[in-house]
Protein backbone atom coordinates (compact mmCIF):
# COMPACT_ATOMS: atom_id res chain seq x y z
CA UNK A 1 0.00 0.00 0.00
CA UNK A 2 1.55 3.17 -1.00
CA UNK A 3 1.53 6.07 2.03
CA UNK A 4 -1.07 8.56 1.42
CA UNK A 5 0.26 12.23 1.07
CA UNK A 6 -1.13 13.82 4.81
CA UNK A 7 2.00 15.21 6.47
CA UNK A 8 1.33 14.41 9.55
CA UNK A 9 3.18 16.58 12.34
CA UNK A 10 2.66 15.15 15.54
CA UNK A 11 -0.16 14.12 17.66
CA UNK A 12 -2.49 16.81 19.01
CA UNK A 13 -4.61 14.97 21.40
CA UNK A 14 -5.34 11.13 22.61
CA UNK A 15 -9.16 10.21 23.90
CA UNK A 16 -9.45 7.98 26.52
CA UNK A 17 -13.24 6.22 26.92
CA UNK A 18 -13.84 6.38 30.85
CA UNK A 19 -17.31 5.93 32.84
CA UNK A 20 -16.14 7.84 35.72
CA UNK A 21 -14.95 10.76 34.55
CA UNK A 22 -14.49 12.61 37.62
CA UNK A 23 -12.30 9.43 39.46
CA UNK A 24 -10.03 9.09 36.34
CA UNK A 25 -9.29 12.82 36.08
CA UNK A 26 -8.97 12.86 39.60
CA UNK A 27 -6.24 9.66 39.04
CA UNK A 28 -4.77 11.40 36.14
CA UNK A 29 -4.26 14.86 37.77
CA UNK A 30 -3.41 13.87 41.29
CA UNK A 31 -2.16 10.73 41.46
CA UNK A 32 0.22 11.13 37.88
CA UNK A 33 0.65 14.66 38.29
CA UNK A 34 -1.06 15.99 35.09
CA UNK A 35 -2.28 19.22 35.01
CA UNK A 36 -5.94 19.24 34.41
CA UNK A 37 -7.17 21.94 31.68
CA UNK A 38 -10.82 21.79 31.78
CA UNK A 39 -13.71 19.66 33.67
CA UNK A 40 -17.21 18.74 33.51
CA UNK A 41 -19.56 16.20 34.08
CA UNK A 42 -18.66 14.07 30.71
CA UNK A 43 -14.96 14.99 30.08
CA UNK A 44 -12.07 16.07 31.57
CA UNK A 45 -9.30 17.58 29.44
CA UNK A 46 -5.59 17.12 31.18
CA UNK A 47 -2.26 17.94 29.61
CA UNK A 48 0.46 15.30 29.30
CA UNK A 49 3.69 16.99 28.29
CA UNK A 50 2.23 19.53 25.42
CA UNK A 51 -0.18 17.15 24.73
CA UNK A 52 -3.79 17.02 25.56
CA UNK A 53 -5.21 13.87 27.03
CA UNK A 54 -9.09 13.82 26.76
CA UNK A 55 -10.68 11.84 29.24
CA UNK A 56 -14.46 11.42 28.20
CA UNK A 57 -17.73 8.84 28.35
CA UNK A 58 -18.50 7.07 25.57
CA UNK A 59 -20.65 9.52 23.17
CA UNK A 60 -22.95 6.57 21.78
CA UNK A 61 -23.14 2.94 22.51
CA UNK A 62 -21.21 1.28 19.95
CA UNK A 63 -18.09 3.86 20.91
CA UNK A 64 -18.22 1.90 24.38
CA UNK A 65 -15.51 -0.52 24.28
CA UNK A 66 -11.77 -0.25 25.14
CA UNK A 67 -9.67 1.77 22.61
CA UNK A 68 -8.16 4.62 22.26
CA UNK A 69 -8.26 7.86 19.54
CA UNK A 70 -5.51 9.32 18.45
CA UNK A 71 -5.83 13.00 17.38
CA UNK A 72 -2.82 13.85 14.45
CA UNK A 73 -1.59 17.32 13.64
CA UNK A 74 -1.66 18.25 9.91
CA UNK A 75 -0.84 21.56 8.57
CA UNK A 76 -4.03 21.71 6.44
CA UNK A 77 -6.93 19.69 7.75
CA UNK A 78 -9.16 20.34 5.21
CA UNK A 79 -7.18 19.26 2.16
CA UNK A 80 -5.83 16.47 4.36
CA UNK A 81 -9.25 15.21 4.46
CA UNK A 82 -10.20 15.43 1.45
CA UNK A 83 -6.94 13.64 0.46
CA UNK A 84 -8.20 10.55 2.59
CA UNK A 85 -11.82 10.69 1.32
CA UNK A 86 -10.32 10.66 -2.26
CA UNK A 87 -7.70 7.63 -1.02
CA UNK A 88 -11.56 5.64 0.07
CA UNK A 89 -10.86 6.42 4.05
CA UNK A 90 -13.97 6.25 5.07
CA UNK A 91 -15.29 8.84 8.04
CA UNK A 92 -17.97 8.74 11.00
CA UNK A 93 -17.78 12.37 10.56
CA UNK A 94 -15.99 15.45 8.89
CA UNK A 95 -12.99 16.39 10.86
CA UNK A 96 -12.52 19.43 13.11
CA UNK A 97 -10.03 20.49 15.13
CA UNK A 98 -10.45 19.85 18.98
Known amino acids: MTPIS ?4 GITQLSIR ?3 V ?7 NETLGLPLLYSESNMALLDCGG ?3 LLSVPEKPEFDHPGSTVYFR ?3 I ?6 LLES ?3 FSGKPHNS
Open 74 to 76: VAD
Open 6 to 9: VAIQ
Open 22 to 28: ASAARFY
Open 51 to 53: IRL
Open 18 to 20: VHD
Open 88 to 90: GVE
Open 78 to 83: ESSYRS
